[in-house]
């Protein structure tokens, strides 16, 4: 398969929230019910229930109140750290990259950041009729981008990603355990490793010399991430990162991992025991 472009849901896939969408909908609803609107239902999509209420109240206003509860979502949200470095990766080999939200125009920039200004194409809820997932929105980026749907790779964290990828007719990639793609990583810094199975439209070999590496520090509460060269050990990357490699102890998947061990692209969780070389 020749991947032409690469379409990126937003939340929980290049972006990480530090609120949950369940606790953003509960502030919703509560505004909704102190300003005496009908509350959503259980069986729908927030989205596709504030529009049902407006459309029954007669009012924009529930859609006001939506809106500014995602921008208040989005602006203490964060790219995730692999998220530029596989943008640009797609990128050099020719890779058109969307992003597709069922958010607003506003909260996803908010979201985005500066990721907003290395994308080819961004397509919120104002972009298209349908929403995921519905395929519109894919349909509607795969057009602006001039790419089929053979051609043409969806990367989302949830069902509503994964059904309109395939309803559209593309190949798709689930991040995490909430859907089942046509393939799927624990973690969207494990994707590189995933799309090197590819072809590309540069001719470009799908392959790099460095590996990336993501640390996540629980007593830090931090992730940081580093670079080495291909077929580096984790001690290399441990060093690179300030660490002696004698006070740490690196996990993947929850199992500790030798620090001879070849440094592979991915998520690993680091444990500070001491302060000793």
């Not at 500066?114 to 995921?132: G, N, P």
């Not at 309803?167 to 973690?187: N, P």
């Not at 520090?217 to 050990?233: F, H, L």
Request: charged share 35%.
């Amino acid at each position: 398969m020749k991947i032409k472009a690469v379409i990126f849901d937003m939340d929980d896939t290049i972006v990480e929230n530090s609120e949950t969408f369940y606790e953003m909908r509960k502030r919703v609803e509560r505004r909704l019910r102190d300003e005496g609107f009908p509350l959503p239902r259980g069986d729908g999509g927030l989205l596709e229930e504030v529009e049902r209420i407006c459309s029954e109240v007669g009012s924009s206003r529930p859609l006001v109140i939506l809106e500014e509860e995602e921008a208040r979502r989005a602006s203490r949200s964060r790219p995730h750290p692999s998220a530029e470095r596989i943008i640009n990766w797609l990128k050099k080999r020719g890779v058109k990259v969307a992003v597709v939200t069922r958010n607003s125009r506003r909260a996803t920039l908010l979201a985005l950041k500066h990721l907003s200004e290395i994308a080819d194409l961004i397509i919120t809820r104002e972009e298209a009729q349908d929403v995921k997932p519905a395929p519109g929105q894919l349909i509607a980026a795969m057009k602006r981008l001039n790419v089929k749907p053979g051609e043409c790779v969806v990367v989302g964290d949830y069902v509503y990603d994964i059904e309109a990828g395939r309803r559209a007719g593309c190949t798709t990639i689930s991040v995490g355990e909430r859907a089942k793609g046509d393939y799927s990583v624990k973690d969207l810094a494990e994707l590189t490793e995933l799309l090197k199975r590819f072809n590309y439209p540069s001719g470009m070999e799908a392959t790099m010399d460095t590996v990336r590496i993501v640390f996540r520090n629980p007593r830090r509460d931090g992730i940081q991430e580093v670079e080495v060269r291909k077929g580096a050990t984790l001690e290399e990357a441990i060093r690179k990162a300030g660490y002696l490699p004698g006070g740490v102890i690196i996990l993947k998947d929850g199992r500790p991992q030798p620090h001879v061990e070849r440094a592979v692209d991915g998520e690993y969780t680091l444990i500070e025991v001491a302060s000793g070389g």
